[in-house]
């Protein structure tokens, strides 16, 4: 299939096109280095030093002898798209174009706009860019689970059915986001809908839960092809946090009382996840929603799982309770489904001791490059938690 990537320097986005284009598919990959900009500005950078895209793409090409095409452009800028799209006439674009960090978001007006700006007008060119010059093209945007919040009910797959006044009908499930990026995420779907339902478009939104893990069988061929992995209180996913956090000897981060419930997922199942999405299109006029993770852990259950398998390996790894900086209740109901994707033929790779230990060992590897100063949270929306933290 001829499939661009957007997003493709991306934590998610570099493994997703190695992936592809190792299976066959014609691949494109755009990103405008927005994520590395960030990172550099806020002292966020990745564990191990990446190569830039076209690097990595020469450096994956020469090893595996599958090509990936680069394109270095601003998803944004609806002439590129429009050329873009209009050149390749893609198949299936999947759209992991935006700024991906809910602490980024929330820092001030600046990183705010940037987030709404980059984040909305991405998904609105994706979709224009599709409707004009590829209409049979299947969307596969990336959503997450953040966008139900913690409601308590039961969360369904995107779709609810409400009997009101003797009356019957389907709506999307209600959304709670608890920061800009994730309402971002929100309104993204809601743009989705409103163009599926209108022009009929195919979209599949998956909503996925965090991600963890440093490497798949393509980064494998070469360290240089891993990718970026994050470990701050930025970009930094929570088990990718305490990994480096029990390998450096820094209590691991557990935000206030540590009951945060959140569905996780390994970084080979969210490739799984996709190629499946990919391989199973929708019919044009659907929005099909999936939940994409495959476990549920509270913060703590990860936590005293980290301490335990951590110290087994001679780590000495311990826990500490610190301010939330974070405006979200911290002991709530959480029972989401998620039976579409393993219909689909989801085969988890499951979070057993095994492979923790693996992921620090992995780590041990980068610990000279670890810079302690990135752990603690330096960013905070809690207006109970800024006195204590002493975090403006």
């Given amino acids: 299939m001829r499939v661009i990537i957007l997003g493709g320097d991306g934590y998610l986005g570099w493994p997703t096109a190695m992936h592809f284009a190792a299976r066959g598919h014609d691949v494109v990959v755009v990103d405008n280095y927005l994520r590395r900009l960030i990172a550099r500005q806020t002292s966020s950078e990745a564990l191990m030093p990446n190569p830039n895209l076209q690097k990595r793409a020469e450096l994956f090409e020469a ?16 002439r590129f798209m429009q050329r ?19 602490p980024y978001s929330m820092i001030g007006y600046d990183e705010a706009h940037q987030t709404l700006n980059n984040n909305l007008n ?37 779709w609810i059915e409400i009997e009101h006044r003797g009356r019957k009908g389907t709506f999307l499930f209600p959304r709670q986001a608890g920061s800009l990026y994730h309402t971002t995420k929100v309104l993204d779907t809601d743009l989705l809908w409103f163009y599926v339902r209108t022009f009929g478009l195919r979209v599949t939104d998956l909503m996925q839960g965090p991600v963890y893990g440093l490497s798949t069988p393509e980064s494998d061929l070469d360290e240089r092809l891993l990718p970026n992995f994050h470990y701050d209180d930025i970009f930094g996913t929570l088990v990718n946090r305490f ?11 557990v935000y206030g009382k540590g009951g945060q ?54 780590l000495d790894v311990q826990a500490k309770s610190i301010p939330n900086p974070r405006k979200e209740p911290e002991e709530h109901y959480y029972n989401p489904d998620h ?17 923790l230990a693996e992921m620090l060992e992995q780590v041990r590897k980068y ?24 975090v403006v």
């Fill in 84 to 102: 873009l799209f209009e050149e390749f006439r893609p198949e299936a674009v999947v759209h992991y174009a935006e700024q991906p960090s809910a």
């Fill in 243 to 253: 990994l480096v956090q029990a390998v450096a000897g820094v209590p691991l981060t």
């Fill in 261 to 314: 419930v959140r569905g996780y997922l390994n970084l080979n199942d969210t490739l799984q996840c996709v190629d499946l999405a990919m391989n199973n299109p929708v019919d044009r006029g659907e929005l099909r929603v999936l939940n994409q993770f495959t476990e549920t852990f509270s913060v703590n259950e990860l936590a005293d799982r980290m301490v335990r398998v951590g110290r087994q390996l001679g």
């Fill in 63 to 78: 090893i595996s002898g599958h090509k990936i095409r680069v394109e270095i452009a601003d998803c944004t800028d609806y």
């Fill in 339 to 355: 039976s579409g994707l393993l219909e689909l033929g989801l085969e988890p790779h499951y979070m057993t001791d095994e492979v």
């Fill in 122 to 158: 991405a998904t609105f060119n994706v979709i224009w860019a599709v409707l004009e010059h590829a209409p049979d093209c299947h969307i596969i945007k990336l959503g997450t689970m953040g966008e139900y919040g913690a409601p308590n009910v039961d969360i369904p797959e995107g």
């Fill in 367 to 390: 610990k000279d490059l670890i810079d302690v100063d990135m752990i603690m949270p330096r960013v905070v929306w809690n207006e109970a938690s800024k006195e204590e933290s002493g």
